[in-house]
Nanobody, 116 residues
């Protein structure tokens, strides 16, 4: 089973940037669509951005133009570059792998806090 480990979260001022990384284990990465989700206190987990095996991306309206998802199939890592951060981006960010065959896998999450 693929294992996901997120990193790169932290505390940043509004308008700042962070880059999240999700390192994966196992050979299934290149056969998986990857996604970043987030969950703020008291709210449901929501999709932030996703990228297919072929590199097609999709973004939540709230982050379009500010966030960029990318993947490195050699390093088996997916990234989320977050620019122009806002306090409402504060949440725990989770990485998710959707393989062609097999079960969905989640990372443990990384906290992103944006101060105003």
């Amino acid at each position: 089973q693929v294992q996901l480990v997120e990193s790169g979260g932290g505390l940043v001022q509004a308008g700042g940037s962070l880059r999240l990384s999700c390192a994966t284990s196992g050979s299934i990465f290149r056969f998986s669509a990857m996604g970043w989700y987030r969950q703020a206190p008291g709210k449901q987990r929501e999709l932030v951005a996703s990228i297919t095996r072929l590199g097609i991306t999709n973004y939540a309206d709230s982050v379009k133009g500010r966030f960029a998802i990318s993947r490195d199939n050699i390093k088996t890592t997916v990234y989320l570059q977050m620019n122009s951060l806002k306090p409402e981006d504060t949440a725990v960010y989770y990485c998710r792998a959707d393989p062609i065959v097999g079960s969905v896998a989640w990372g443990q999450g990384t906290q992103v806090t944006v101060s105003s």
